[in-house]
């Protein structure tokens, strides 16, 4: 090992191991300015690379942003002489930022890096030999991100700040992006750069008081420093803290989701409501994500978190809620099945009016229902077989029907008729009401106003005498279904009677 390599900062060298770097097939990509920072680490990766047995390929990447007019040519001419130098290879791109920031409205300053970004994001795709992505980003950034948080009122996810590594997103493929120097103050950089001999260049736009980033860095940290010298340390200590924090949270948010989501799109209602309200709001959140395809591009904010947790601790009981999300998708709760769930149609489930006091039956338990009847849901287990044959031993009657259990959503519930065009399922290939089903199956009138209907969060599934909604049907599954069997006892002693007396 090299002499010089000695003199790398240890905290470089572990955290660029615990990353699982270097390796001889690495190809890192450095983000290169001309600056110190990046100068510095470009300098660090191929003092490193020299000094392994199997050298790892390193090249760096720069963007003349079109801003700074001589200058940023300066730096170019710096960057190509600094790698031609140590024979590192260069791709320059030269762009016009201005331009660019007045056709999209953003800020330059938003606009350079949105379009960094994406020129180094079509680079990397057309290099597939790249393994990494590294930029020079350093404690005193971390400081002032976080401050730069605080200040526009971020939540606590937002003041862990810079993570050392995070998957960088391209058009066709995904690599680690990883920061090195994350904690190196600007000092110690400085005191690298002049150890090793390494010039550099200076922006004179980080001078300026133009920039939000600037702003902070020039007088507010300054002036906070004056009341507390130790403030940048402070800042770093907060944001590991809740970064610590938020890996907990992350955890825990997995755990739940794994255990409790039903067909990545049901969450049941009574779980949710046990939950602490710092962790729900991160279960709701991490929900969502799963649910939008482009989540990203339609972040949720803290009104709509607000809204959805109000719905689920609302204490009324009158049929399902519904919440506005972006992107046209919905959050939708359903007491009565204990779930709630998010679509992007509006009345996409529960369509039936609100019933009070329906059945929730239990599997393998025999329920007298509110007309007499009884049902059981039988999930062939011994204990679920016992209670059928002894059934079958009291009532000689019945009907009995299997569905797909895989395709229900939510809980079952049992429930009145509504009489009414709501109470209408899809089964046989259409859709029907259930007046209509009970008449083409010339189910008896005597039992018409009072049968049951088998429900979930989608609607009826289920309509005694006249068959189950197509997709619970399990001849139409693709696999192998888990079955449930629904049998239906009909109390024939009071149909008799209401035979007898001519209803």
């Known amino acids: 090992m090299t002499e010089s390599l000695h003199m790398l900062p240890a905290t470089v060298l572990e955290d660029l191991q615990a990353c699982g770097l270097p390796t001889s097939q690495s190809h890192l990509l450095v983000a290169f300015s001309g600056g110190a920072d990046s100068t510095a680490l470009l300098h660090m990766m191929k003092t490193l690379s020299d000094a392994q047995k199997t050298p790892?390929?390193?090249?760096?990447?720069?963007?003349?942003?079109?801003?700074?007019?001589?200058?940023?040519?300066?730096?170019?001419?710096?960057?190509?002489?600094?790698?031609?130098?140590?024979?590192?290879?260069?791709?320059?791109?030269?762009?016009?930022?201005?331009?660019?920031?007045?056709?999209?409205?953003?800020?330059?300053?938003?606009?350079?890096?949105l379009t960094r970004y994406r020129l180094l994001s079509a680079h990397i795709d057309a290099h597939p030999e790249i393994t990494h992505l590294l930029t020079a980003h350093h404690a005193d950034d971390q400081a002032e991100t976080v401050l730069f948080r605080m200040l526009r009122g971020t939540s606590?996810?937002?003041?862990?700040?810079?993570?050392?590594?995070?998957?960088?997103?391209?058009?066709?493929?995904e690599i680690p992006l990883i920061r090195p120097?994350?904690?190196?103050?600007?000092?110690?950089?400085?005191?690298?750069?002049?150890?090793?001999?390494?010039?550099?260049?200076?922006?004179?736009?980080?001078?300026?008081?133009?920039?939000?980033?600037?702003?902070?860095?020039?007088?507010?940290?300054?002036?906070?420093?004056?009341?507390?010298?130790a403030f940048s340390d402070a800042l770093i200590r907060l944001s590991a803290s809740a970064a610590a924090d938020e890996a907990f949270f992350r955890e825990a948010t997995s755990s739940f989701l794994q255990a409790n989501l039903v067909n990545d799109q049901i969450l049941p209602l009574s779980k949710l409501r046990e939950l602490h309200t710092a962790l729900l709001s991160r279960v709701l959140a991490a929900?969502?994500?799963?649910?939008?395809?482009?989540?990203?591009?339609l972040q949720l904010t803290s009104a709509h978190l607000?809204?959805?947790?109000?719905l689920l601790s609302s204490d009324s009981s009158a049929g399902q809620r519904?919440?506005?999300?972006?992107?046209?998708?919905?959050?939708?709760?359903?007491?009565?099945?204990?779930?709630?769930?998010?679509?992007?149609?509006?009345?996409?489930?529960?369509?039936?009016?609100?019933?009070s006091d329906p059945i929730l039956p239990k599997i393998g338990v025999p329920q007298r229902?509110?007309?007499?009847?009884?049902?059981?849901?039988?999930?062939?287990?011994?204990?679920?077989?016992?209670?059928?044959?002894?059934?079958?031993?009291?009532?000689?009657?019945?009907?009995?029907?299997?569905?797909?259990?895989?395709?229900?959503?939510?809980?079952?519930?049992?429930?009145?008729?509504?009489?009414?065009?709501?109470?209408?399922?899809?089964?046989?290939?259409?859709?029907?009401?259930?007046?209509d089903a009970l008449s083409e199956h010339k189910v008896p009138i005597m039992k018409r106003s009072d049968i049951p209907l088998f429900c979930?969060?989608?609607?009826?599934?289920?309509?005694?005498?006249c068959g189950i909604r197509d997709d619970v049907n399990p001849r139409f599954s693709e696999k192998t279904p888990n079955i449930l069997g629904i049998y239906y006892f009909p109390d024939n002693e009071r149909n008799d009677k209401s035979h007898e007396s001519g209803c």
């Open 181 to 229: 120097l994350l904690r190196l103050k600007k000092e110690q950089i400085l005191s690298y750069c002049e150890n090793h001999g390494i010039s550099y260049v200076i922006d004179s736009t980080n001078l300026t008081e133009d920039a939000s980033r600037n702003l902070i860095r020039n007088v507010l940290l300054p002036s906070a420093k004056q009341i507390n010298p």
């Open 287 to 297: 929900f969502y994500a799963r649910v939008v395809p482009n989540y990203h591009d």
């Open 456 to 465: 979930d969060a989608s609607g009826i599934f289920y309509v005694p005498y």
């Open 369 to 435: 229902l509110y007309n007499g009847d009884i049902c059981l849901l039988h999930d062939f287990s011994e204990e679920s077989e016992k209670k059928l044959i002894d059934l079958k031993n009291i009532y000689k009657l019945f009907i009995s029907t299997h569905i797909n259990f895989d395709k229900l959503i939510g809980s079952i519930f049992i429930r009145h008729r509504t009489d009414n065009e709501n109470d209408r399922y899809f089964c046989g290939g259409h859709t029907k009401t259930v007046k």
């Open 156 to 173: 606590p996810k937002g003041l862990c700040g810079i993570p050392i590594m995070r998957q960088f997103q391209t058009e066709k493929r």
């Open 322 to 355: 519904t919440h506005c999300l972006p992107g046209e998708y919905y959050f939708h709760v359903f007491p009565f099945e204990d779930c709630c769930m998010i679509t992007s149609v509006c009345n996409a489930v529960c369509k039936a009016s609100p019933v």
């Open 56 to 113: 790892f390929a390193v090249s760096a990447f720069h963007v003349d942003h079109g801003i700074r007019g001589d200058e940023a040519k300066r730096d170019a001419l710096f960057c190509a002489d600094f790698c031609k130098k140590h024979a590192i290879p260069l791709t320059s791109k030269a762009v016009d930022i201005p331009k660019l920031a007045k056709e999209s409205g953003r800020s330059l300053e938003e606009e350079a890096r």
């Open 306 to 310: 607000n809204a959805m947790m109000h």
